[in-house]
């Protein structure tokens, strides 16, 4: 190989700004969600002691993500931030119980709630995101979207860190659902697999615009639909069947499904074989 080329990526990695990798942001996640959630986790603690121990651990790694970014991509020094995110912790576990409840009552084959957390690949997606949306909030670089591309990697669920979701959100099987950056999510929404929220635009000046849409409360969207554009809005207690493809906005109360043509054989036309 030529050394010429070998020197320039000695000096790439020597110039490189320290970031924290991937591997390390993906620990700390699944430590926060079996401290949140005993159904996930592991480990049990014979006194408070050690589970104090433990808290303070994944505070101190948090600590270390955050410092390893670098105060000059931060707005605010990485303690602040720390705090801030650890005193949403006890908001994001209430949210993400009643997204399990919503998940089990919307769905014949759970069992429990503890199953729900256990197991479902729509309450694990959720339940990164809302953890990924804080970073986004706070403008923290880099983890919110290694964030959400872990969950994604895991269950074929992609929603952007910058979407906005309301309580009692579920979704259903998962995979293939995309959820776009500037998604407004009302209360009490279902989706199913397949569906796509997105934009009809990708022009990257359009970056900071609204480029996708919004679904009002007690939507259910069901698998294969398509909604696109920052001004389409999908109206409260409307019903999104499955395959269709919406670009202008729905209102209040709609039902919308995709009609198929039947063609049905003669019965004296003979087969083609």
């Not at 007690?218 to 493809?245: E, F, P, R």
């Amino acid at each position: 190989m030529d050394e010429k080329f070998i020197e320039a990526l000695y000096n790439a990695h020597r110039n490189a700004e320290p970031i924290p990798s991937p591997d390390l942001v993906c620990s700390w996640l699944n430590g926060v969600l079996k401290l949140l959630f005993p159904e996930l986790t592991d480990r049990y603690y014979d006194n408070y002691r050690s589970f104090q121990q433990h808290y303070d651990a994944l505070r101190l790694e948090l600590y270390t993500i955050l410092d390893k970014i670098g105060p000059h991509r931060l707005e605010l020094a990485p303690e602040v931030l720390e705090k801030r995110f650890l005193d949403q912790l006890p908001a994001l576990r209430k949210a993400l119980l009643i997204d399990a409840e919503a998940i089990l009552a919307g769905d014949p084959a759970a069992p429990s709630k503890t199953e729900v957390i256990r197991s479902y690949p729509g309450f694990f997606a959720i339940a990164v995101h809302r953890l990924a949306h804080e970073f986004y909030c706070m403008k923290v670089p880099l983890i919110p979207r290694i964030l959400s591309e872990h969950a994604h990697s895991q269950t074929g669920i992609d929603i952007h860190p910058g979407a906005s979701i309301g309580p009692r959100f579920c979704i259903d099987h998962g995979t293939g659902v995309v959820i776009g950056e500037t998604v407004v999510i009302g209360n009490h929404v279902k989706v199913y697999q397949g569906v796509t929220l997105g934009a009809l635009s990708v022009r990257k000046e359009m970056a900071k615009t609204k480029r996708h849409p919004t679904i009002e409360d007690n939507v259910v969207i069901y698998s294969g639909a398509t909604i696109l554009g920052g001004d389409t809005i999908i109206g409260h207690d409307s019903i999104i069947g499955g395959n269709v493809w919406i670009t202008r906005s729905v209102p209040p109360n709609s039902r919308i499904y995709y009609q198929g043509q039947v063609m049905q054989r003669e019965e004296t036309e003979t087969p083609q074989l």
